[in-house]
């Protein structure tokens, strides 16, 4: 099934203003909106056959020339039939940082979503489990988030100091 | 039992101490990162740590009297890293072996501790990043000296250090915080002016 194909039957189901497409040699890349995007997942998934996610993560587009959108969340897909490769977009902006997770499609998609969670405070509805996976639990920032200071609020220097007699 | 005999005795006896426990140090290997590789190449039989008698790295801390902290210590490592130091028994000692574990390195992140001596006490630090194998088996040798000179039969000589002895810990201003740059193609890092 070609690309072609696919943005067509994809455009069909969401609706032509919804799908924006583009392609730079053979990378291919929808944006769909927040509202759409399970849908169309799952729609790439049941129907052209995109069994594997093969990577989730975010972008923080804050101070970037020409953004219009704070976060932008990549999805890779990939057909193992066919080996076709497909990258949805969708932006998010504050305070809506929800997006229904898509755990129930790709069951992979379980800790990814956990960490993106973890460095960029995207939650996903509908995860089973959305707890920090890389942070300890008690950290309260999203560290890769542009407005968090490289060198962090001070929680590296948070810790007992152990002192030669009394260890 | 030692505090009762005479100090003539006592001393000779701390020497004897002194020489049983350097010849025979056993490290603990606290190996985070690429240091690790290095404290392997020093253990192996080029470089041959058993040299100088510390040749016994073992994986228990209760066994060890020697830490060699070698590679970056993250936040979430630091909790271990205090934790096995206190599960060590008396009398032991810390390397801080390269740059990360000494001073946090290239790594000036939210992530890591800048040096491991602001939270544990370190006797020897070894630079370079990693530092060559000679350079570890100095420190060894360093610390052999330092063991010689200061130890005690009763551990007095850590009783004596009750002071903090790492660096004294300023929180940054707001105006020393990094954040990521406006724009990606004319710099790598720039100074945040609102904050």
């Given at each position: 099934m070609?690309?072609?194909?696919?943005?067509?039957?994809?455009?069909?189901?969401?609706?032509?203003?919804?799908?924006?497409?583009?392609?730079?040699?053979?990378?291919?890349?929808?944006?769909?909106?927040?509202?759409?995007?399970?849908?169309?997942?799952?729609?790439?998934?049941?129907?052209?056959?995109?069994?594997?996610?093969?990577?989730?993560?975010?972008?923080?587009?804050?101070?970037?020339?020409?953004?219009?959108?704070?976060?932008?969340?990549?999805?890779?897909?990939?057909?193992?039939?066919?080996?076709?490769?497909?990258?949805?977009?969708?932006?998010?902006?504050?305070?809506?940082?929800?997006?229904?997770?898509?755990?129930?499609?790709?069951?992979?998609?379980?800790?990814?979503?956990?960490?993106?969670?973890?460095?960029?405070?995207?939650?996903?509805?509908?995860?089973?489990?959305?707890?920090?996976?890389?942070?300890?639990?008690?950290?309260t920032a999203f560290p890769l988030r542009k407005d968090y200071p490289l060198r962090g609020r001070g929680e590296r220097h948070n810790f007992p100091i152990l002192t030669r007699a009394e260890s | 039992m030692a505090l009762s005999l005479p100090d003539v005795m006592v001393t000779r006896l701390d020497q004897l101490a002194n020489w049983v426990r350097k010849n025979s140090l056993w490290p603990m290997p606290f190996a985070t990162a690429c240091c690790g590789i290095e404290l392997m190449a020093t253990g192996a039989s080029r470089h041959d740590i058993a040299r100088f008698g510390a040749e016994a790295m073992r994986f228990s801390p209760r066994q060890c009297d020697l830490m060699i902290v070698a590679g970056r210590v993250v936040m979430k490592m630091l909790p271990v890293l205090q934790r096995i130091w206190l599960q060590m028994p008396e009398p032991k000692w810390c390397i801080s072996m390269g740059a990360c574990a000494s001073s946090g390195g290239v790594f000036d992140t939210y992530a890591v501790v800048q040096g491991i001596d602001r939270f544990i006490p370190v006797d020897v630090y070894v630079p370079g990043c990693p530092p060559r194998p000679e350079q570890l088996l100095q420190s060894v040798l360093d610390l052999q000296e330092k063991i010689r000179r200061t130890g005690t039969l009763t551990g007095r000589e850590f009783a004596q250090r009750r002071e903090y002895e790492g660096p004294r810990l300023v929180p940054a201003p707001d105006s020393a915080r990094i954040v990521a740059p406006g724009d990606f193609r004319s710099a790598t890092r720039q100074w945040d002016q609102n904050a």
């Amino acid at each position: 099934m070609s690309y072609e194909t696919i943005l067509c039957t994809l455009r069909e189901r969401l609706g032509p203003e919804n799908v924006t497409a583009s392609q730079f040699r053979d990378n291919y890349r929808l944006v769909v909106p927040r509202h759409l995007v399970y849908e169309a997942l799952a729609c790439l998934k049941e129907r052209d056959g995109f069994d594997m996610l093969i990577d989730l993560t975010a972008v923080d587009y804050l101070h970037y020339p020409n953004a219009r959108d704070r976060f932008g969340l990549v999805y890779c897909l990939l057909n193992t039939a066919t080996g076709q490769r497909l990258i949805v977009k969708t932006f998010l902006n504050e305070p809506e940082l929800t997006v229904p997770s898509v755990w129930p499609l790709w069951k992979g998609a379980d800790w990814l979503e956990r960490e993106v969670y973890d460095m960029f405070g995207i939650v996903f509805e509908g995860h089973p489990d959305l707890r920090r996976i890389l942070l300890p639990e008690a950290f309260t920032a999203f560290p890769l988030r542009k407005d968090y200071p490289l060198r962090g609020r001070g929680e590296r220097h948070n810790f007992p100091i152990l002192t030669r007699a009394e260890s | 039992m030692a505090l009762s005999l005479p100090d003539v005795m006592v001393t000779r006896l701390d020497q004897l101490a002194n020489w049983v426990r350097k010849n025979s140090l056993w490290p603990m290997p606290f190996a985070t990162a690429c240091c690790g590789i290095e404290l392997m190449a020093t253990g192996a039989s080029r470089h041959d740590i058993a040299r100088f008698g510390a040749e016994a790295m073992r994986f228990s801390p209760r066994q060890c009297d020697l830490m060699i902290v070698a590679g970056r210590v993250v936040m979430k490592m630091l909790p271990v890293l205090q934790r096995i130091w206190l599960q060590m028994p008396e009398p032991k000692w810390c390397i801080s072996m390269g740059a990360c574990a000494s001073s946090g390195g290239v790594f000036d992140t939210y992530a890591v501790v800048q040096g491991i001596d602001r939270f544990i006490p370190v006797d020897v630090y070894v630079p370079g990043c990693p530092p060559r194998p000679e350079q570890l088996l100095q420190s060894v040798l360093d610390l052999q000296e330092k063991i010689r000179r200061t130890g005690t039969l009763t551990g007095r000589e850590f009783a004596q250090r009750r002071e903090y002895e790492g660096p004294r810990l300023v929180p940054a201003p707001d105006s020393a915080r990094i954040v990521a740059p406006g724009d990606f193609r004319s710099a790598t890092r720039q100074w945040d002016q609102n904050a």
